[in-house]
């Protein structure tokens, strides 16, 4: 099934929840089309959600979500229809094989690695790996001083990236309990790398 609009579009949302509503094993998708060069693609049905592809001229991108709520596609498919491209902002999109394109991407795997590396970094610290030491040393680093930086990259990534999922209503119960933790996991050590760096300073001071 398609959907065309004109520049001015005089659709209400009865004519939007009937093309959704429509969606079934026998017409698995429904195209909604500005112009030659957009057009949003949904998939799914009101029991298992909704899943979202769209393409402009400089984009092609679909729904990282693929069990999007029926007021959730509605919303978005009213606004396209209106040429108002603020929906783009209500969801998290990927490319076709699989990139996200936002900036919490870039800051959760900026997180993850650092994480990773806080991990591997305490262990070579608190066994003194003579490579690890003797490195920083040749620096005049402290070691420890390498790993409170790292955990406190990955603390302030993993923070707001967290909050963000937890606060976004697009989020699934699931991935919301998890941010949860993760949040809890980078406040902990955001305020234990806040006291190390005191005692740290009043140390050097003292």
Request: with cysteine; glycine share 4%.
């Amino acid at each position: 099934m398609e959907m065309k609009f004109d520049k001015s579009p005089k659709r209400d949302d009865t004519d939007f929840e009937a093309a959704l509503n429509s969606l079934s094993q026998a017409n698995s998708f429904v195209v909604f089309t500005l112009d030659e060069h957009n057009f949003m693609q949904v998939t799914g049905n009101v029991t298992s959600g909704f899943y979202i592809e769209y393409k402009t001229p400089a984009e092609h991108f679909c729904s990282v979500r693929k069990d999007l709520a029926f007021a959730t596609v509605l919303k978005i498919i009213t606004a396209f229809s209106q040429y108002n491209f603020e929906w783009k902002k209500t969801l998290r999109w990927t490319t076709l094989d699989g990139e996200t394109d936002d900036l919490l991407s870039l800051f959760r795997n900026i997180a993850i690695v650092t994480s990773i590396l806080t991990v591997i970094s305490y262990f070579l610290y608190r066994y003194e790996a003579k490579w690890f030491v003797s490195f920083f040393k040749s620096y005049s680093i402290e070691p420890l001083n390498f790993v409170l930086l790292v955990c406190g990259v990955s603390a302030v990534t993993w923070i707001p990236t967290t909050y963000y999922e937890m606060m976004n209503e697009n989020t699934s119960g699931v991935q919301r309990f998890r941010s949860g933790l993760l949040l809890l996991t980078g406040i902990g050590a955001f305020v234990v790398l806040f006291f190390k760096t005191l005692q740290t300073i009043w140390n050097m001071l003292f």
